[in-house]
């Protein structure tokens, strides 16, 4: 199923638009030992959005991030405000009852009130807009639920509609509309807050990335890569899987990983308001990304568990396919892939970590839809730490009791046309800026070709909990299938859990 690269339009490079067309800020590594009343450890938007309201509140507090700011899911997402996470209020009805998945909207909605008047306040420029959110379906078999979807609106008091076409180039069987959700440009909405926290007294790290987090008598230690230490009263773990687990790794057991792309595109046609995806297999998402020309539109997809081994080189060309089928296609000018982790029942973790870590909290399992949710994650975290009351601690809370759904569809399969990540069977083959598994004294190891030519060899054991990694020939990434962390071609840690680089087998 390769696609003759002499048609492909992609860029060669991997950006994200929003990192692309938005200013990253630098604040520098931590360089000495400090103290302070929280440290909040990943500088996404729950992170960001966390740190930023502790400070309000008059809190010290210290937000470290591994890498350059942004550069995890925040950086990398197709940047939807909303409350329509795909079909999920049928489920989350059948699975808690009609109270709790009211709750679930309310808390969305707030989200994006929340950044909104945020962006208001502080006059941040970041191409926030009201849109309608649309689902839809192209198989007759998905009806049905889009169907039962609008029914659980009208239980809930949801704004939304039942419709049976789109003004895009798609036919459809059926659709779901929600109103007043919003998108916006995350790089320059969390790059405006971070000003503000700045000013309220806010110490920000980036390239200071944490390694352990202990308890020493009440205080709590995050210890970073450099040997240095951030001593807290309270640590946030805003990260993708908190580096801190308790006994039996729950929230590694309780999150799957998986990565979808998307992609920039250039076109000739105005794309109309709304922000769409479907409800079928394989994934497709769409929304404006310049709303002055209305000429560039964001197309994602092809989700899938992440570390599978199938070709993400061909995934990236099969919605570049999509694209030139729906759009008159004039360039392509981004490419990227986003990393999510799915709780079994689609709600995210939020709050304190466990009950014999009372000091450390945690945000996690966002499920994909983890922007507005971050929002009100924000609040809960604070008021947790406050030891204030907010209405949706239980609902969040990771000891929740995670209930089996009364109803429960037939589960549609992804495609499985894909190609391995590498059909190449001698390393010195290898293009460069690609890499393989191969057999070296009988077992298997990885092996990566630079831009140089030069080869690496490195240990295929995950140095999260020692699943073995899969490579990616689309980002160029070794990728763990069992908990997501993601390592660059020689080993070295991109996103975790994993903490601790893949080990070199270079003699």
């Not at 909207?105 to 926030?128: H, P, R, T, V, W």
């Not at 994602?300 to 080189?313: L, V, Y």
């Not at 975290?381 to 759904?405: A, G, K, V």
């Not at 010195?428 to 057999?439: P, V």
Request: charged share 25%; with cysteine; aromatic share 8%.
């Amino acid at each position: 199923m390769k696609q003759n690269e002499k048609t492909s339009i992609l860029p060669k490079e991997i950006e994200s638009y929003w990192r692309d067309t938005g200013k990253v800020p630098s604040f520098g590594e931590l360089k000495e030992n400090i103290s302070t009343d929280v440290a909040v450890v990943g500088a996404g938007i729950a992170g960001v959005m966390t740190a930023y309201q502790l400070a309000k509140e008059g809190k010290e507090v210290a937000l470290l991030e591994a890498r350059e700011l942004f550069s995890g899911t925040s950086g990398f997402t197709t940047a939807k405000l909303t409350a329509q996470h795909n079909l999920i209020y049928d489920e989350l009805i059948n699975r808690y009852g009609q109270e709790s998945a009211k709750q679930f909207y309310q808390a969305n909605m707030e989200g994006i009130a929340s950044i909104k008047e945020l962006s208001d306040q502080y006059g941040i420029d970041c191409e926030l807009e009201e849109r309608e959110a649309f689902v839809y379906t192209q198989k007759m078999q998905n009806r049905n639920k889009v169907i039962k979807e609008i029914e659980a609106y009208e239980k809930l008091g949801i704004e939304g509609e039942f419709i049976e076409d789109l003004p895009l180039n798609i036919e459809i069987e059926a659709a779901i509309m929600m109103r007043n959700q919003a998108q916006f440009h995350p790089v320059k909405f969390l790059s405006g807050l971070l000003d503000e926290f700045v000013k309220l007294g806010g110490q920000i790290y980036d390239q200071t990335r944490v390694m352990d987090i202990t308890d020493d008598g009440g205080r709590i230690q995050c210890k970073t890569e450099n040997g240095l230490k951030v001593t807290a009263s309270k640590v946030i773990q805003a990260t993708h899987l908190p580096i801190l687990e308790p006994e039996g790794n729950f929230y590694s057991q309780q999150n799957n990983p998986e990565s979808s792309y998307a992609l920039a595109v250039k076109t000739e046609d105005e794309f109309p308001d709304g922000m769409y995806i479907n409800a079928d297999l394989p994934k497709r998402t769409l929304r404006g990304l310049d709303s002055k020309t209305g000429r560039v539109v964001l197309v994602g997809g092809e989700s899938h568990s992440t570390g599978d081994g199938k070709s993400s080189a061909e995934r990236y060309h099969e919605l570049e396919n999509f694209a030139k089928e729906t759009f008159e296609v004039k360039e392509i000018i981004n490419r990227w892939s986003a990393h999510d982790y799915i709780s079994e029942d689609r709600l995210p973790f939020i709050g304190v970590l466990s009950q014999d870590q009372p000091n450390v909290l945690v945000v996690t399992g966002l499920s994909k839809w983890g922007l507005a949710i971050s929002a009100t994650g924000s609040k809960i975290l604070t008021d947790t730490i406050l030891q204030r009351e907010n209405p949706y601690q239980s609902l969040f809370s990771p000891n929740r009791n995670i209930q089996e759904s009364t109803s429960v569809e037939p589960e549609e399969k992804n495609p499985d046309q894909y190609d391995g990540a590498s059909e190449e069977n001698n390393p010195e083959n290898l293009s460069d800026n690609q890499g393989m598994i191969t057999k070296r004294d009988g077992e298997d190891v990885g092996v990566y070709k630079d831009e140089n030519g030069k080869l690496h060899y490195v240990d295929l054991t995950c140095t999260h909990l020692g699943c073995g990694v899969q490579w990616n020939d689309g980002d160029n990434t070794w990728d763990c299938p069992c908990h997501g962390s993601r390592f660059s071609g020689t080993g070295e840690v991109i996103e975790g859990p994993a903490v601790e680089s893949l080990k070199s087998l270079d003699k």
